[in-house]
């Protein structure tokens, strides 16, 4: 095996730092969000996007965190150039205060979701497959090694599972969850009549 360079140290060692540090629920990430490749960031800034709709800040420097009661963390974890990274992000999730994780990977051998799941168990993992292809190496899990995964891209939905999860327990995004659904439907609502009174063919033109 080949030593482990000091960039990837460092970070497994800040992360074994957090898990042995005991802060308070408030003052920690409840989701993490990892990805195999920053390649991966335009499929998994649905997540990003659908976090901090929902008021969720990024934590971006431990120290310094921000006002925000919910918030998460990114980072890339590579299932294959990194495994002591995703083993030491997997094991220490829980001791670091996240409640659920969002993990995206691409390629044929999208395996960080999945051995994710495995090491952070019990917590939950959300896969994201970031293609089409990649979905049966996130979803092919054994009986007894769960994890629950979106469809190819839609990290945007991974983030809402992952607040209807924390929702159980905080009745605040609980209201956040009907807020954005409500929002949604409005939506709906105008396009509709839009469509309706405008007519299709002007309808169609106007949206080009
Ligand atoms: N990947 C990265 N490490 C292990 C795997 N399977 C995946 C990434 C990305 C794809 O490989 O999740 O979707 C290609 O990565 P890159 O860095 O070559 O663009």
């Given amino acids: 095996m080949t030593g482990t360079p000091d960039s990837v140290q460092s970070l497994i060692d800040d992360l074994h730092a957090e898990a042995e540090r005991d802060r308070p629920a408030e003052e920690t990430p409840e989701v993490g969000i990892v990805m195999g490749s920053d390649s991966d960031l335009d499929a998994m800034y649905g997540a990003y996007e659908a976090?901090?709709?929902l008021g969720f800040?990024?934590?971006t420097a431990r120290e310094d965190p921000p006002e925000a009661r919910y918030t998460f963390e990114t980072y890339v974890v590579s299932a294959h150039r990194t495994p002591e990274l995703m083993y030491a992000y997997a094991e220490t999730a829980e001791a670091r205060?996240?409640?659920?994780?969002?993990?995206g990977a691409g390629g044929k051998s999208a395996d960080l979701p999945n051995m994710t799941a495995s090491i952070a168990y019990p917590l939950p993992v959300i896969g994201v497959p970031v293609q089409e292809k990649s979905v049966?190496?996130?979803l092919g899990m054994p009986t007894g090694a769960p994890i629950?995964?979106?469809d190819a891209g839609k990290s945007f939905n991974a983030a809402?599972?992952?607040?209807q999860m924390l929702a159980r327990e905080h009745d605040d995004l609980r209201e956040r969850l009907?807020?954005?659904?409500?929002?949604?439907?409005?939506?709906?609502g105008e396009v509709s009549r839009d469509l309706n009174e405008t007519g299709t063919a002007t309808f169609r033109a106007e949206r080009e």
């Fill in 97 to 103: 205060g996240l409640d659920v994780v969002i993990a």
């Fill in 136 to 138: 049966s190496s996130v």
């Fill in 160 to 163: 809402l599972s992952a607040v």
């Fill in 51 to 53: 976090l901090t709709e």
């Fill in 148 to 150: 629950v995964a979106a």
């Fill in 178 to 188: 009907v807020g954005y659904h409500e929002s949604l439907q409005a939506g709906v």
């Fill in 57 to 59: 800040a990024e934590v």
